[in-house]
């Protein structure tokens, strides 16, 4: 208010003094006069009174742009304009001739990184090798936040062919990154139609195998550009092809997948290798060869058999046995009132008061047979301890049948829990069901030839031949078999081999080959005690029931575990690759052990040996964990031991493959358009094609973030404030020197 009535007194001032001149002026020069003489003393008086003006200004502020350049074996691979590769596409594209790098250091900073299994600052685009042998994309995206913590990070740009093969989902990493106000931008380089290639994506074989067995191997095969052509699909151990066949390849993005049936060359872990010759025009060759790893390991596995009665079937199950030199079956055979025959027993006191009654005793053996048997042989205590046997110890069982087989005394018992089959009672059966297995003129005592399922001619136990036609030509020509054991139907949860040609139950087939999982362990159900027919009624050199029995006792036993047990989340990896093992140590009564002293042995392809202290998983009781790197090319041999605790001292052994490339040129025949999409979606950027990256410079500009900078300023010091003076006092000097006025 003070201010306002100084002004108002200079106005009034400045009007009186004008009111008389030494020379006559006209009002409107007065006027003019008065106006511009007021505002020189007002803005003069403003002056004085030293206010300052706050002003405000929109700046850029510092921005970085982190840079991920794929250097992994895939953007080696020549499918780009001119023949170039997709790295050298990449390269030329940021570091060219107005290239993106030099236009983004205009308004950013830049941290560039390159990536494939690890990630790493790149100084000179020279280093870009393009020849990683695995790509970590999120790994690399983590890594670059990392690294550009604290910064102003304006974004994360990813320069890629989209071929990602870790176990870390890039999405869950790019909605960190999104979540954190960082854009992840993509430029994708590649093309989206493969040219003319062709791939084998995948090798999965049956597993381990015993000596002369015969395992499945799984080839999964995929082509672009050559629908309908064919090709040939070779097995090879070392040098030598073991298996060759003719294929045809399916159309565009198909996959196919093609069995082969193979027997062990050797004992041990056996690399062999799926291949497909390379074509003189496809674009990739690495992913034309897979090598995969079957152990057929020398090992001994134990069976007990229980036969009620001498018979062919005892008989001649043990002749077939003998001739692996892989089981040792140990029988005991009764013979009459209180006389027993034991075979293949290792000493005096094994199996001495029959069968064995203590978890010691039992969880021995890794399978264990029961023959012609009735429910009055076993105390209740027996049979819960032969439920445990399959459950906890992971055993394998098998009931035969006979005369006396399946006895109604089993129902209500342990053993009707774990069986295949249903254990019906007997009055609920269909008369022409009942109590015929041994009448010849009955139905179910009649000769009868198995059907197979189409389970069963896909299973390694009823294959007798390599070769599918062959396989299906000697199950035609085998003898038929007499008599069937009814029980009643199969469980839902059990797989049956081979059915009754005509007799049925409940409107299904009567099995006559079933099994199922039972806890750890695994049963079965033979339902005929004439297997011995396959013997007795072909040609003296026919080793058909020889090679059925090996094969199911095998089955039996391969997959019990011993009391330590070494696991690995796959059996190949590749070269570089962490390696986490992990092994369950039980007592003798197979319950986890907690409190065990546990190694690790680790032999290398090259004989190297390390030891490592194995940790116990707090989360889970008897597990103990470790973990290597696998930094060599081929078979490793695991070897975990176990002393102290309550712990017997035991042993357990595995191999695996680590292989050069084996994962990274699968499906790299084109970029991966789609992640590369997802991840821009996700992570709250944008994707760019190799031919449209012009875009991304626009986009980060139209972004980058802005600082408001304010500034505080005296008001005489402001040069406009001057000049205005200077232009008040000027214009009524000028104006009065005209008029004459002094």
């Known amino acids: 208010a003070a201010i306002a009535a100084l002004v108002v007194l200079l106005i009034i001032l400045i009007f009186i003094l004008y009111r008389r001149t030494t020379t006559p002026a006209n009002l409107r020069l007065k006027t003019v006069l008065i106006l511009l003489r007021s505002l020189a003393l007002i803005i003069l008086l403003l002056c004085l009174l030293q206010p300052m003006v706050t002003i405000s200004s929109p700046k850029p502020r510092e921005s970085f ?16 304009d001119q023949a170039l590769s997709r790295g050298e596409t990449a390269m030329d594209l940021l570091y060219g001739e107005d290239g993106l790098i030099e236009r983004l250091r205009e308004n950013f900073t830049l941290r560039i990184f390159s990536f494939d299994r690890t990630t790493r600052p790149l100084l000179d685009p020279e280093d870009a090798s393009f020849s990683g042998s695995k790509t970590h994309t999120a790994m690399a995206m983590r890594h670059a936040a990392e690294a550009m913590e604290g910064l ?32 992840v931008h993509v430029i994708g380089v590649g093309v989206d139609t493969a040219a003319r290639d062709i791939e084998i994506s995948q090798v999965s074989t049956s597993g381990s195998v015993m000596e002369a067995g015969i395992f499945e191997v799984h080839v999964t095969v995929q082509s672009h550009g050559y629908t309908d052509q064919v090709t040939d699909l070779l097995i090879e151990f070392g040098e030598e ?19 082969f049936h193979l027997t062990p060359i050797q004992e041990g872990a056996l690399v062999y290798s799926a291949r497909i010759p390379v074509h003189t025009d496809e674009i990739i060759s690495d992913n034309n060869q897979l090598p995969f790893l079957v152990e057929n390991p020398a090992k001994e596995l134990e069976v007990l058999y229980i036969e009620g009665h001498p018979r062919n ?72 301890l032969t ?43 269909p008369p022409e069901l009942r109590g015929g297995v041994g009448k010849g003129d009955h139905p ?19 294959r007798l031949d390599i070769e599918d036609e062959d396989n299906q030509k000697l199950w035609r020509d085998m003898p038929e078999l007499q008599g069937i054991n009814v029980a009643g139907h199969a469980k839902p949860g059990a797989t049956v081999l081979a059915v009754h040609p005509t007799l049925s139950f409940q409107n299904e087939p009567l099995p006559v080959l079933a099994y199922q999982r039972y806890g750890r362990g695994r049963t079965m159900s033979l339902m005929t005690a004439t297997t011995w027919r396959w013997q007795m009624l072909k040609p003296h050199e026919d080793t058909s029931h020889e ?12 997959s019990s575990p011993t009391p330590v047990e070494v696991l690995l989340e796959r059996n190949k990896f590749s070269t570089g690759d962490e390696v986490k093992v992990k092994a369950r140590v039980y007592d003798e009564g197979y319950k986890p052990v907690s409190a065990a002293t546990v190694w690790l042995k680790v032999t290398d392809p090259d004989g190297a040996v390390e030891d490592i202290q194995m940790q116990s998983d707090i989360a889970q009781t008897g597990t103990y964990l470790a973990t290597f790197t696998a930094s060599k090319s081929g078979v490793h041999q695991l070897e975990v031991s ?9 042993y357990g052994s595995l191999s695996f493959l680590a292989a050069d490339s084996v994962q990274e040129m699968r499906g790299a025949a084109v970029m991966n358009r789609k992640l590369m999409e997802k991840i821009a979606q996700v992570g709250g950027g944008n994707y760019y094609s190799s031919e449209k990256a012009d875009l991304l410079i626009r986009d980060l500009n139209n972004n980058q973030q802005v600082n408001t900078v304010i500034y505080k300023l005296d008001i005489w010091h402001i040069p406009i404030v001057f000049l205005l003076l200077f232009f008040c006092f000027g214009l009524e000097w000028l104006l009065r020197r005209r008029a004459g006025l002094s």
């Open 65 to 80: 742009v982190g840079l991920l350049i794929d250097s992994s074996n895939s953007m080696s691979i020549r499918d780009m």
């Open 642 to 650: 176990s002393s102290g605790g309550l712990s017997t001292d035991g």
């Open 241 to 259: 092809i073991v298996s060759a066949r003719k294929i045809k390849l399916g159309p565009e993005n198909t996959l196919q997948r093609f069995t």
């Open 444 to 462: 179910t005592g009649r000769t009868f030839a198995p059907q197979l399922t189409t389970e069963g001619q896909r299973s390694m136990i009823l």
């Open 313 to 384: 079937e005892y008989k001649f199950i043990r002749r077939a046995a003998e001739t692996d030199g892989a089981l040792r079956l140990k029988t005991y055979l009764m013979t009459g009132p209180q006389k027993f025959l034991r075979q293949g027993i290792d000493s005096a006191r094994e199996l001495a008061s029959g069968y064995p009654s203590t978890e010691q005793e039992l969880f021995k053996y890794d399978a264990v047979i029961f023959g012609d048997l009735t429910r009055s042989l076993f105390t209740d205590e027996q049979l819960a």
């Open 547 to 558: 090679r059925f029995w090996r094969q199911l006792l095998r089955w039996l036993t391969v």
């Open 152 to 183: 102003p990070f304006e974004a994360l740009v990813l320069v890629t062919d989209g071929i990602d093969n870790s176990s870390e989902d890039p999405l869950h990493m790019a909605s960190i990154l999104q979540a954190g106000k960082t854009p």
């Open 387 to 429: 439920r445990d046997f399959v459950s906890r110890r992971g055993g394998g069982f098998l009931m035969l049948g006979g005369t006396t087989a399946f006895d109604q005394g089993f129902i209500g018992t342990p053993i009707e829990d774990f069986l295949p089959v249903s254990l019906d009672n007997e009055k609920y059966l």
